[in-house]
Nanobody, 119 residues
Framework: QVQLVESGGGLVQPGGSLTLYCAAS????????MRWYRQAAGKQRELVAA???????TYADSVKGRFTISRVNAKNTVYLQMNSLKPEDTAVYYC?????????????WGQGTQVTVSS
């Protein structure tokens, strides 16, 4: 069984910072892309940031220059450093990864962690 577990969400004031963590566990042979998505109330889930196993990153325009995605391959872990947070960043944030397990590549999701930006 493969599991993705997120942590690090919470309540923060506008302009503040948070770091999200996601760790993949199980008999994982390899991880390709690792991503962070978010879903605000009443809206569709959107891709926030992605990183390849080689460290190439992509970001949604709305978070460029404020968020940084990184990973530690040896620990099967991905991070999302969020700075200069805005109320519109409020959402449930989900970790997602393409994982080689049991001889096949599959798409896995974490359970989500709430981020609330409010004064």
């Amino acid at each position: 069984q493969v599991q993705l577990v997120e942590s690090g969400g919470g309540l923060v004031q506008p302009g503040g910072s948070l770091t999200l963590y996601c760790a993949a566990s199980g008999r994982i042979l390899s991880i390709n892309y690792m991503r962070w998505y978010r879903q605000a109330a009443g809206k569709q889930r959107e891709l926030v940031a992605a990183i390849t196993s080689g460290g190439t990153t992509t970001y949604a325009d709305s978070v460029k220059g404020r968020f940084t995605i990184s990973r530690v391959n040896a620990k099967n872990t991905v991070y999302l450093q969020m700075n200069s947070l805005k109320p519109e960043d409020t959402a449930v944030y989900y970790c997602n990864a393409d994982i080689l397990y049991g001889g096949r590549w599959s798409d896995y999701w974490g359970q989500g962690t709430q981020v609330t930006v409010s004064s």
